[in-house]
Structure formats: structure tokens, C-alpha cells
């Protein structure tokens, strides 16, 4: 029994929106027409990856020294509005 991968199901819905047929795709891939039903999206559309925009700037500098050392205490400390804000939130939660 082989494995079924993302790329298989791709290439079954590429193979479907084309040859419109389970059987034809089963026969071009090798999987069962049950199992070519199965993984086919009734709305596949083939995507032209040519128009993805691509991130290609450098990423922004991560300061993290705020978090450098033992003592994160300070970030668990909650304001006074915090504090009444997740009283009212235990309130709704009460059974």
C-alpha cells in the first residue's frame, strides 16, 4: 500500500481539473478511482505560481535583550486593569 503525499493529491487534482475523470486520473497515477474520489477538491484551481509575490527584503533586527537573562518575572506582572479584566473573565467561566 503506498503512502499518499501532498504532492500526490496535487497532482490528482491537477490531473482531475484536466482529464475530468476519477478513472482517467487512476490510471495516470496509479491510485484507485476510490481513492482518487476521495482526495479530489470539488474547487481546485491550478494556480500560476509565476504571479506569487515573494518576501525578498531582509527581515528587521530582533532586539532581544529584554529577554536575555533569569529574571522574566516582570513580563507576568499584570496591571490593575488586567487584573479586574480576567476577574470578569472567571466570572463567565463559572459553571
Not at 499518499?4 to 496509479?30: H, P
Not at 484507485?32 to 470539488?42: E, F
Amino acid at each position: 500500500m503506498k503512502v499518499i503525499t501532498q504532492k500526490d493529491v496535487k497532482e490528482m487534482n491537477r490531473l482531475y481539473a484536466e482529464l475530468k475523470t476519477y478513472a482517467a486520473v487512476s490510471r495516470a497515477t496509479g491510485f484507485s478511482p476510490a481513492t482518487v474520489k476521495k482526495y479530489i477538491k470539488a474547487d481546485y484551481q491550478i494556480l500560476d505560481e509565476s504571479t506569487f509575490k515573494r518576501f525578498d527584503r531582509p527581515l528587521p533586527e530582533f532586539d532581544s535583550t529584554p529577554f536575555r537573562g533569569d529574571d522574566w518575572g516582570h513580563l507576568c506582572l499584570l496591571s490593575p486593569e488586567e487584573e479586574q479584566e480576567i476577574r470578569e473573565l472567571w466570572k463567565e467561566l463559572e459553571v
